[in-house]
């Protein structure tokens, strides 16, 4: 990621070997789904810059990503396509139940990478 640039969750998930591996089984792949989406998704930032200072310092924080029900679904199809040839949708986990939800793999995975969950009520 460029130092400066904002982090995408999204786009690092599709290119992370570990989370690829596990995003194979359908049932994981669900897990990611409850856990991106109704989640806010905080960015560990090691050595901040100053355009990342001025936004904090203006009450944005540009290391959040969120994603609806919809995008998150989205996210994990694309995933699974991608890689799997799967040729789901968005509706192949959408509303499937314990949104905002994260287990443990997906938290350890996520960790890994430098995220960390931030529930919208925190």
Same mark, same amino acid.
């Given at each position: 990621?460029?130092?400066?640039?904002?982090?995408?969750?999204?786009?690092?998930?599709?290119?992370?070997?570990?989370?690829?591996?596990?995003?194979?089984?359908?049932?994981?792949?669900?897990?990611?789904?409850?856990?991106?989406?109704?989640?806010?998704?905080k960015k560990r930032i090691e050595?901040?810059?100053?355009?990342?200072?001025?936004?904090?310092?203006?009450?944005?924080?540009?290391?959040?990503?969120?994603?609806?029900?919809?995008?998150?679904? +989205?996210? /994990?199809? $694309?995933?699974?396509?991608?890689?799997? %040839?799967?040729?789901?949708?968005?509706?192949?986990? !959408?509303?499937?139940?314990?949104? +905002?939800? /994260?287990? $443990?793999?997906?938290?350890?995975?996520? %960790?890994?990478?430098?995220?960390?969950?931030?529930? !919208?009520?925190?």
């Open positions: 990621m460029d130092v400066g640039a904002r982090p995408d969750l999204s786009a690092e998930m599709i290119s992370n070997a570990e989370l690829v591996r596990l995003i194979e089984d359908i049932g994981v792949a669900r897990d990611f789904y409850r856990a991106l989406s109704n989640m806010q998704w050595h901040p810059t100053e355009d990342h200072t001025a936004d904090r310092l203006r009450g944005i924080d540009t290391t959040i990503c969120s994603y609806s029900w919809r995008s998150a679904g +989205g996210i /994990v199809a $694309e995933i699974r396509n991608h890689h799997y %040839g799967t040729c789901e949708d968005y509706m192949d986990f !959408y509303c499937a139940g314990g949104e +905002g939800t /994260v287990s $443990e793999a997906v938290g350890d995975c996520l %960790g890994k990478m430098g995220w960390m969950h931030h529930p !919208y009520n925190d």
